[in-house]
């Protein structure tokens, strides 16, 4: 009995450990594919000066993001 019990605490704390990880990795992606887009959208600024329609892009790529 206590071994069962130690086994389940044990699969317990193994598979909690790996929740923050992959909530961490998800944040991190979610930050560098919104940074894509601020980068996209610069450039775009640079090239034809136009904000509604750069602007308008970045938006539906930061909407993709999520």
Known sequence: MRLLLLRLVLAAVVAAAFIPVATISD??????????????????LRRTNNKGQCGERAKICVASCK
Not at 27 to 44: G, H, L, N, P
């Open 27 to 44: 944040a991190v992606a979610q930050a560098t594919c919104r940074q894509k887009c601020i980068d996209d959208e610069q450039a775009c």
